[in-house]
Nanobody
Framework: QVQLVESGGGLVQAGGSLRLSCAAS????????MGWFRQTPGKERELIAG???????YYVDSVKGRFTISRDNAKNTVYLQMNSLKPEDTAVYYC?????????????????WGQGTQVIVSS
């Protein structure tokens, strides 16, 4: 079992930045593919960024050039640095882990989830 705890959400003005963190339990964090999803009311949860065990990254087009996913295996933590935030980035952001490997850009492979953290971007 993997437990994930997100932090770092909040309210920010458009153009600002936030950094989300996700701390994972377990001794084998370095073997997990990690991802960040987001969800707004009435919409499906969307994979926006992923990072493989080797550091390969994936970004959905809407966040490319603005968001950066990274991981620190020594701290069992994955980060999402969000810059140039827009009101349309407002959502609940979820950290997710895939213990079974595979491509970082396949949402269906992620099988462990955090509780989510709210990000609100005001215009």
């Amino acid at each position: 079992q993997v437990q994930l705890v997100e932090s770092g959400g909040g309210l920010v003005q458009a153009g600002g930045s936030l950094r989300l963190s996700c701390a994972a339990s377990g001794r084998t964090f370095s073997t997990y593919v990690m991802g960040w999803f987001r969800q707004t009311p009435g919409k499906e949860r969307e994979l926006i960024a992923g990072i493989s065990t080797g550091g390969t990254t994936y970004y959905v087009d809407s966040v490319k050039g603005r968001f950066t996913i990274s991981r620190d295996n020594a701290k069992n933590t994955v980060y999402l640095q969000m810059n140039s935030l827009k009101p349309e980035d407002t959502a609940v952001y979820y950290c997710a882990a895939n213990k079974n490997g595979g491509s970082v850009n396949r949402p269906g492979l992620y099988d462990y989830w955090g509780q989510g953290t709210q990000v609100i971007v005001s215009s």
